[in-house]
């Protein structure tokens, strides 16, 4: 216990002023601090108080220090969540930071703020990490001691540490992004007029084949194509083989004619239009 001038002092008293040293973690702005006879009674009123929170179903919502976590909004069921671990050299710094956090968030994805903390990452900190499957990020500390690190090792928890917070919050950001499921692209190519059709024999197999005119853009052999007739779908399907004068071709321009077969579709009549496109699953690149 140490007074204004830095003295170790014997008591401080009402509006009195000292600094109190060896907590394992910094307590948080507001707590309350109790004095008890020993160490052991004051491990029994922290037992006791971690199995009410227990109880009433609030731990895990609490910071390292053990004072309740703010949240301010429960992720919703079914959306990603992206948990993590926050430290810094203030308390100030956290709650900027944590307050920033929880507005990266969508309809799909959110972060997941499991403990706060100023100081050090600790061990225990390795804890409720390991215990989450948490990401540690740390604003402008020391790195932790050897035992920590050690413990960070062990339990395989990975620390992120940033001196800028907004690169702290772009790192997040990143790691959402790649939550994300890949998201489908549609990409309209042209469309096709079936003038008739033909029906093919072969050795062992045969084809149905659609005469066709290409009214619009192009049509690919790796494409996909949609049949629609009276304006309405009837059938999609892989391109099987697109043929132009007998050749088997990539593609068909606009204006000219060809052949089309359709995958698992046989049932082609004159005046089905043939809409050619290409599906593709793209990563997401923001929130």
């Not at 996909?224 to 779908?233: D, F, N, Q, T, Y």
């Not at 999609?236 to 000219?256: C, F, I, Q, Y």
Request: glycine share 10%; charged share 25%; net charge negative.
């Amino acid at each position: 216990l140490r007074g204004p001038g830095g003295a170790h002092v014997e008591r401080a008293g009402p509006s009195g002023v000292a600094e109190l040293v060896g907590f394992k973690d910094a307590p948080e702005p507001g707590e309350e601090i109790y004095v008890v006879a020993s160490e052991r009674i004051a491990h029994e009123i922290v037992a006791r108080r971690v199995r009410q929170a227990e109880l009433e179903g609030n731990w895990g919502e609490f910071s390292t220090t053990g004072a309740p976590l703010h949240q301010p909004e429960e992720i919703e069921a079914g959306r990603l969540e992206y948990p993590v671990l926050v430290k810094a050299d203030v308390d100030g710094a956290v709650e900027a930071i944590v307050n920033s956090l929880m507005a990266l968030q969508s309809h799909e994805v959110a972060v997941r703020v499991v403990g706060t903390g100023v100081g050090p990452v600790t061990e225990s900190d390795v804890q409720m990490a390991t215990a989450y499957n948490a990401v540690i990020y740390t604003f402008n500390l020391k790195p932790p001691p050897n035992a920590v690190k050690k413990a960070l090792k062990q339990a395989a928890v990975e620390v992120v540490d940033h001196k800028v917070i907004y690169h702290l919050l772009d790192h997040v950001t990143e790691r959402l992004v790649a939550l994300l499921p890949e998201q489908e692209e549609v990409t309209e190519l042209g469309f096709a007029e079936v003038l008739a059709v033909f029906r093919m024999k072969g050795k062992g197999h045969h084809e149905v084949v659609a005469g066709c005119r290409v009214a619009k853009g192009h049509c690919v052999a790796d494409g996909r194509i949609r049949v629609e007739r009276g304006g309405e779908e009837i059938h999609e399907g892989k391109v099987a083989s697109l043929k132009r004068n007998k050749d088997t071709v990539p593609e068909v321009p606009e204006g000219a004619e060809c052949g089309i077969c359709v995958e698992g579709f046989t049932e082609f009549e004159e005046g089905d239009k043939l809409y050619c496109f290409r599906r593709a699953m793209i990563k997401r690149t923001s929130l």
